[in-house]
C-alpha cells in the first residue's frame, strides 16, 4: 500500500468519529466538513509511520482545527441577528441510533449548553466526557497542561451536569405517541390538547439570522408557546404549496415546513420528563442548506469494533 492510500484509509476509518468531534465542538456540520477537509490535508503531510496511535493524532489535529474555527468565528456570533442555534444534524442510520451517550451528545438542548461554555472548556468535555480521551491526549489537543486540563474538565462537567441531567435512554414508544399528539393538538388548533404536552415552562427559539421573518424568536411557557404553534399550523394548512411534516434531526422529532421542494424552516422538539420543553427552530437559510446531507456519526474507530 503506498503512503497516499494509508492515508486515506487511516482518516476515512475514522471520519465518522473526526467529523462528530468537529461538530460537537463547533455546533455546525458545515464548519466540521471544512475542518475535515483541512484536517486531511494536513495530515496528507505527515509520515503515518511516525505516528503511534491515529486516532489520537486525528482528534488532536481535528480539535486544534476546530478551535481555530471557533475562535476565529467568535465574533460573527457577536455581530449575528437575534438568537444563534446550532446547525441541526440529519444522521444516517448508524451506531448512533443506539449509543445513548452519543444521541444525548449531539442533542439540541446539549448542543445549546455547550454554547454557554468558553472554547477550551467546550473541546475538553466534548473530548473526555463523550469521546473518553484521556487527559494527556486533550492536553496535547488543547495545547495546556495536564492539571489545567483536569480543573477544565472538573468546571465544565459541574456546569453542564447542574443544568441538565444525565444522559437516559429516550423510550421511543412514549417519544411518537406524544408527537403524534402534539401533531394532531397543533394541526387541528386544539389549545387544551398542547398545554397538557407542553412543560409549563417551554420555550421557543428561532434562529432566522435576520435573513428571514419568523414568526416569533423567543417565547416562553406553555400558552405563548402554543399559540405560536397553533398560528404557524394554521397559516401553513392556508398556504396551497406549503405543508408540514414530521421528521427526525439530531435523533430528536422534528416540524419541517416546505414550500414546494424547498425546506423553509426546521424545528427541533425536545422532550424532557414526558412533556415537550423546548422548540428549537431553523428559519436561516444558510443553515437550512446544509440539513438535506445525511451524516454517519460515531464515539468510536469504526473498525475497533
Not at 482518516?11 to 462528530?20: G, K, N, Q
Not at 503511534?52 to 471557533?70: E, H, I, S
Not at 411557557?221 to 394548512?237: D, M, S, Y
Not at 414550500?259 to 423553509?264: A, K, Q, V, Y
Request: glycine content about 4%.
Amino acid at each position: 500500500m503506498n503512503s497516499t492510500d494509508e492515508h486515506t484509509e487511516r482518516f476515512t476509518c475514522l471520519r465518522p468519529l473526526l467529523f462528530t468531534i468537529a461538530y460537537e465542538i463547533l455546533g455546525s456540520s458545515t464548519e466540521a466538513d471544512d475542518v475535515l477537509q483541512d484536517s486531511y490535508l494536513r495530515w496528507a503531510d505527515v509520515d503515518p509511520t511516525t505516528v503511534r496511535d491515529t486516532k489520537a493524532y486525528l482528534a488532536q489535529l481535528v480539535t486544534r482545527q476546530a478551535l481555530n474555527t471557533l475562535r476565529a468565528g467568535a465574533r460573527r456570533r457577536e455581530d449575528y441577528v437575534g438568537p444563534w442555534l446550532p446547525e441541526p444534524l440529519l444522521v444516517t442510520e448508524s451506531d448512533g441510533l443506539t449509543d445513548v451517550v452519543l444521541a444525548e451528545s449531539v442533542s439540541m438542548g446539549m448542543l445549546v449548553l455547550l454554547e454557554t461554555l468558553n472554547p477550551d472548556e467546550r473541546a475538553v468535555f466534548v473530548l473526555h466526557e463523550v469521546f473518553d480521551f484521556d487527559y494527556s491526549d486533550i492536553a496535547a489537543a488543547v495545547g495546556k497542561s495536564v492539571a489545567a486540563v483536569r480543573q477544565m474538565a472538573h468546571r465544565a462537567r459541574s456546569h453542564v451536569h447542574a443544568r441538565r441531567p444525565r444522559f437516559a435512554p429516550v423510550d421511543t414508544a412514549r417519544t411518537t405517541e406524544l408527537t403524534e399528539r402534539f401533531m394532531t393538538a397543533a394541526s387541528t388548533g386544539d389549545m387544551d390538547a398542547m398545554l397538557s404536552i407542553l412543560a409549563p415552562d417551554a420555550t421557543w427559539t428561532t434562529d432566522s439570522g435576520g435573513k428571514v421573518s419568523a414568526a416569533a424568536l423567543r417565547a416562553s411557557g406553555a400558552q405563548q408557546v402554543a399559540e405560536i404553534l397553533i398560528g404557524v399550523f394554521r397559516t401553513a394548512h392556508r398556504i396551497s404549496n406549503v405543508r408540514v411534516e414530521l421528521v427526525t434531526f439530531n435523533q430528536a422529532p422534528a416540524i419541517a415546513i416546505f414550500r414546494g421542494d424547498r425546506l423553509e424552516a426546521v424545528s427541533v422538539l425536545e422532550i424532557i420528563d414526558g412533556k415537550i420543553s423546548n422548540f428549537y427552530g431553523i428559519r436561516n437559510p444558510d443553515k437550512l442548506a446544509s440539513l438535506e446531507t445525511p451524516r454517519t456519526i460515531s464515539r468510536s474507530d469504526l473498525h475497533s469494533h
